[in-house]
């Protein structure tokens, strides 16, 4: 099991990330520096947090643009799991790996809290030991998560199974109170066709533990990491 | 250096010009006196940020010797970047405090986020990773024109600038007294962590060593920043936006980032950050301190604009900039990291053996002046104070009772002084990094020391209205406090950095409560050896005469040896209530009298240094013991409001016992007497705590059980705790139109 964690100027969350890996793994995955053309061979590409080249233009833009990001499109589209979390997730849907985008939270504020979320399905990589109808309590840490895409393309996601986590109340119903950001549909988070490439907002990172306010985010990795090896 | 000297036929700058630039016609005399003639216009620009309160301290050093800033845990305590002090097992935390107050009002945004980016400079120019932030803010009344819009920028530009470097802000404060309306605070606190082994320190050394400057462009922003926030502001001070600088923290997550890799190499003699008066102060402070000279040439500075002169780039200060002397050789070392950031790297200049600042632009010899005219020889004033006169006790029957504690309870806990920040908090990313064992909204943040079972308490503390009505009791009050929010956690209290925040110093009731407050303060540090090892005073923040409160704003952090035996402010269902520490009932002051009279009056509850101690030890002493893992100190508001915070940080209601009869309930509920702990403790432990209690010469009492979803007092309807919350969430959202 290799994983790689890229790292643009400006990711933050790129050590949160590799710590958590670590502590599933036993194994430090490899930091990648985002002007290195050539990706090192990976079985689990990480885009992490954080503010790529300052989110300047548009949130993720710049980073799509990254030299390192043609070869994660390139491995994405061979099958390769790629995880792109928060700022990671806005950098996918730049490089169109997947649909809609991330707009300014309706609140128009960054939003820093735990909030619920429910697996769409959990028969996937990322989410084979959440509960199907229980809410997951995960951390988040955006201005810019409010996901949007037309109705027809949200229509068409939802058919073909593609939604991976709602953002929920803590009885995992799936209402608007329990929307931070404004998210259509409540998406908190996008898989690809092939279910290996996942666009996630809240941070499972930073809840892998009792001390840091809780440990919902573990299975996340442990899934993952027992699916790839 | 072959371009020409000034010249001695120099001629005088005009008083117009002198008076401009905030140097007073004495300042001037002695100026000339010590150049040997008169200054040119750039000259005369940089004794003017030099000389300025912000850079020299002239008001405030004679007082700040008074403070105690020594100890086993000090490595190095004021006069450098960021103070130092030992964490055990070859690591260090560095941590400093500073204010950023005139550019926040005159910009919100952009001040703020700049007041944040400085600090955070301060803090890895000495080589350690940013690891949190805290603030402490303090507003005008809310119902003042500016406020609003002054809350919402302010809080928005240091999320802005801290969530994008990606170091948390775990903690702070939050004050609305009208006495700031014209005069905001915004005080930023950075803690880092670096190996004891590979700190960096900013005198320069050698001759003939290579000056480099890094980090972004130099522009025309921030001209005379220093010299803006060392004068009273008045109605024309909205024109000084152009004073207020701009941040680009993209800019400085890439600083940190380069400025970290090349600490790892054995390049960099001697670092400093550009921060107020930029490479003029910069550039002056490293030669000063290793009593060298530093000549520099201005042709190779980095510039974002064209057809800027020299007295623009010695005073322009702009952001998110480093000089550093480096080894001889390390130079395209250093020059590859920082290319690899995509920063600017330039060889300025070079340090020389003349003990003069040099700066030459275009072959033209721009300054020249000895260094020590700019810094040991600066003015230092002994200003006349005078001291205010104590005001009197407030009995508690000065003060009208409320006909139900309950709605009292509601009414203080619904108020802008105490409703909930997390508004505020929510707005700023306080888990990036992964090591927040203790979130905003407890009696301190806890960061967990990366890699290890240690944690840093950290806290920021100061009740401005204790310090308006009694300076010196004021200032041991803010010591103690923030000892004890250090203490409630279970951290030992290890040091202080100071923001010092008054009005102008050349009114003597004015340095009459300075010279208060630092006398309270170091009365407490000693008592309670937690020596204060960093600071920043901000002078003159007054408007039309009218000052602000005096705000000795103190930032303090602890050190929990072992994160298992920690505490937190949160009930759990069945403990049993026990209270620490003596009630006598203080209504003076307390914001209970506020909503009660309408205004704060008397004198403010009396520090016991020696009670302080007995309690606070007892109480790390039950937490470490594994006796105790609920514990908050009581402070603004009274017993009444913590407990009513205990109970929604746990979500867990109360009941207390019948109350004891000695006092009058408001005064008991409500009176903001000093050491005093709240401890939920198991039932079947209660009775031994009390006992341990005793014999440690502290008063303990039971005075309740916890459980349920309300708050029940004796002879009181109960209150369901989502009343409470309800109002305790409204007030910030309800302000913003937000519901």
Known sequence: MRASVIVFPGSNCDRDVAVALEAVMGKAPRMVWHGDSKLPDSDLIVLPGGFSYGDYLRSGAMAAHSPVMRAVAAKARQGTAVLGICNGFQVLTEIGLLPGTLMRNASLKFICKDVHVRAARTDTLYAKLYPADRAIRLPIAHKDGNYFADEETLDRLEGEGRVAFRYCGPDAEITPEANPNGSRRNIAGLYDESRRVLGLMPHPERMIEKDLGGSDGRPFFESLINGLQ | ?739
């Open chain 2, 1 to 739: 250096m072959t371009a020409d000297s000034p010249e001695k036929t120099q001629a005088a700058p005009s008083a117009a010009k002198i008076a401009e630039h905030g140097i007073k016609p004495d300042e001037y005399l002695r100026l000339v006196e010590l150049l040997g003639r008169h200054p040119n216009p750039t000259e005369l620009g940089i004794f003017s940020v030099m000389w300025s309160e912000h850079c020299s301290y002239k008001s405030s050093r004679v007082w700040l010797k008074q403070l105690p800033t020594t100890g086993p845990q000090v490595i190095q305590g004021p006069g450098e970047n960021a103070g130092v002090v030992d964490l055990g097992d070859g690591l260090a935390a560095i941590f400093k405090m500073e204010s950023h107050n005139h550019p926040s009002y005159i910009e919100p945004h952009q001040g703020a986020a700049t007041g944040v980016g400085g600090i955070m400079r301060d803090v890895f120019t000495m080589g350690a990773r940013p690891v949190a932030n805290l603030n402490a803010l303090r507003f005008g009344a809310p119902d003042h024109p500016k406020t609003r819009h002054l809350v919402a920028g302010v809080v928005g530009g240091i999320g802005d600038y801290g969530n994008a470097i990606g170091v948390p802000t775990v903690g702070g404060e939050t004050n609305f007294d009208a006495r700031y309306n014209n005069n905001i605070l915004v005080n930023a606190m950075c803690v880092g962590i670096a190996p004891t082994g590979r700190i960096f320190y900013s005198a320069a050394a050698g001759a003939g060593n290579p000056v480099v400057y890094v980090g972004s462009k130099t522009g025309r922003d921030g001209i005379h920043g220093a010299t803006m926030a060392s004068a009273e502001f008045d109605d024309a001070s909205a024109e000084k936006r152009p004073t207020v600088q701009v941040g680009d923290p993209f800019a400085e997550k890439l600083l940190l980032e380069a400025c970290l890799e090349l600490m790892q190499e054995d390049a960099i003699i001697a670092i400093q950050d550009m921060g107020a008066a930029g490479l003029t102060s910069s550039s002056v402070e490293m030669a000063s301190k290793g009593g060298v000279g530093i000549a520099l040439n201005l042709d190779h500075v980095p510039q974002r604009e064209t057809g800027m002169n020299a007295y623009e780039m010695m005073l322009s200060e702009s952001q998110e900039r480093m000089l550093m002397v480096l080894r001889p050789g390390s130079e395209p070392l250093a020059a590859a990291i920082f290319k690899k950031w995509e920063l600017d790297f330039a060889v300025i200049g070079e340090t020389t053996e003349t003990g003069r600042l040099q700066v030459s632009h275009r072959g033209v010899l721009e300054a020249d002046i000895p260094i020590p005219a700019l810094a040991d020889e600066a003015p230092v004033y002994e200003r006349p104070y005078q001291l205010r006169k104590p005001l009197p006790l407030i009995g508690a029957d000065e003060v009208p009772a409320a006909n139900s504690a309950t709605e009292a309870l509601l009414k203080l806990m619904g108020s802008p002084h105490l409703s909930s920040r997390r508004w505020i908090w929510e707005q700023y990313d306080h888990m990036v990094m992964a090591d927040t064992v203790e979130r905003p909204g407890g009696d301190a943040a806890i960061v967990r020391v990366h890699g290890t079972k240690k944690g840093l308490a950290l806290t920021c503390d100061v009740t401005p209205r204790y310090c308006f009505a009694d300076p010196f009791e004021g200032g041991r009050q803010a010591i103690v406090e923030s000892w004890r929010n250090l203490t409630a956690t279970g951290a030992d209290p290890l040091a202080v950095t100071d923001c010092l925040n008054f009005g102008n110093p050349e009114r003597p009731e004015i340095m009459g409560e300075f010279v208060g407050c630092i006398q309270g303060m170091a009365e407490s540090c000693r008592a309670l050896a937690f020596p204060v090892v960093s600071g920043n005073v901000s002078l003159y923040n007054e408007t039309n005469g009218v000052a602000i409160p005096p705000t000795p704003g103190i930032g303090a952090i602890g050190l929990i040896p072992d994160l298992a035996a920690r505490a937190s402010i949160g009930f759990e269902p069945g403990q049993t209530i026990v209270l620490l520490g003596a009630a006598s009932g203080h209504l003076g002051q307390s914001i209970y009298q506020l909503i009660a009279t309408g205004a704060f009056n008397g004198a403010p509850p009396p520090v016991d240094l020696d009670a302080e101690k007995r309690a606070g030890d007892l109480v790390r002493m039950l937490i470490r013991l594994g006796l105790c893992h609920t514990v908050h100190d009581v402070s603004d508001g009274g017993l009444l409001v913590a407990l009513a915070e205990m109970a929604l940080a746990g979500n867990t209601g109360f009941e207390l016992t019948a109350a004891p009869a000695d006092l009058p309930l408001h005064a008991l509920y409500f009176g903001e007497d000093q050491g005093r702990y709240l401890l939920g403790v198991d039932a079947d432990a209660a009775a031994a705590i009390v006992a341990r209690a005793g014999a440690a010469g502290v008063p303990a009492r039971i005075i309740g059980v916890t459980g349920g979803d309300r708050i029940a007092l004796p002879g009181e309807d109960p209150l369901p705790l989502a009343r409470l919350r309800g109002e305790h969430e409204a007030w910030f959202p309800r302000y913003f139109g937000e519901r």
